[in-house]
Each structure stands twice: as structure tokens, then as C-alpha cells.
Nanobody
């Protein structure tokens, strides 16, 4: 079965940094685009970043542009999200997903999801 597992979340002060990781099993992701989404308490899941199968181009939500960097290592079947200058509003559960077609910025464009990793930013 296809499985995605995120890691790297934690409790960080505002202005700090985190690097999230996502490892896939059951499927090689080298031929697929990948995305990161996040969901804060009481809010719907929202798009954060996406990357094509080749690594170029990348796509970011306006709220994270300039602070988040998505990257991938197909040889290791992994995708990463580097988060810099964290803000309290970044607090959310972060999910990675495999793109299936259509829009890279909508959840409907993705077929498989991980369980999420919690990011909490204190002021």
C-alpha cells in the first residue's frame, strides 16, 4: 500500500526555523508532483507549497512565499519543507501528498496523504 509519513514538527519560538520531511513507501514518487498542505484548528486544509516531478517549477501560497522552500530527493523517495521566520499563524498540522493531476494548489489534485506533523509557534 502507498504510505506517506511526515516528521520534523515541534514547538518553536516565533522567528525560528523547522525542516519537515516526508518519506513515501509502496510507490516511487519520482514521476509525481508533491505538495504540502496545512490545517489550523477550526480551519479548512489550505495549500502551502508544491513541486513538480522534476523539481522545477515550484509553487507557493502568498502567505508563505519567501519563508518556505519545498525540495525533493527522488533517490531517497523524500520531500522536504524548509520553514524559516516562523510566525504564530503558521501553527497547524502539516500534511504531504502525492499529486494525481489537475491543480497543484487544490486538495482535489492529490491522491494520497500522510498523517500530518504538528507545528506549534509560540510568541
Amino acid at each position: 500500500q502507498v504510505q506517506l509519513v511526515e516528521s520534523g514538527g515541534g514547538l518553536v519560538q516565533a522567528g525560528g526555523s523547522l525542516k519537515l520531511s516526508c518519506v513515501a513507501s509502496g510507490r516511487a514518487i519520482s514521476s509525481y508532483g508533491m505538495g504540502w498542505f496545512r490545517q489550523a484548528p477550526g480551519k479548512e486544509r489550505e495549500f502551502a507549497a508544491a513541486i513538480t516531478w522534476s523539481g522545477v517549477p515550484t509553487l507557493y501560497a502568498d502567505s508563505v512565499k519567501g519563508r518556505f522552500t519545498i525540495s525533493r530527493d527522488n533517490a531517497k523517495n523524500r520531500v522536504y519543507l524548509q520553514i524559516n521566520n516562523l510566525k504564530p499563524e503558521d501553527t497547524a498540522v502539516y500534511y504531504c501528498a502525492i499529486h494525481q493531476g489537475g491543480s497543484f494548489s487544490l486538495a482535489s489534485g492529490y491522491a494520497y496523504w500522510g498523517q500530518g506533523t504538528q507545528v506549534t509557534v509560540s510568541s
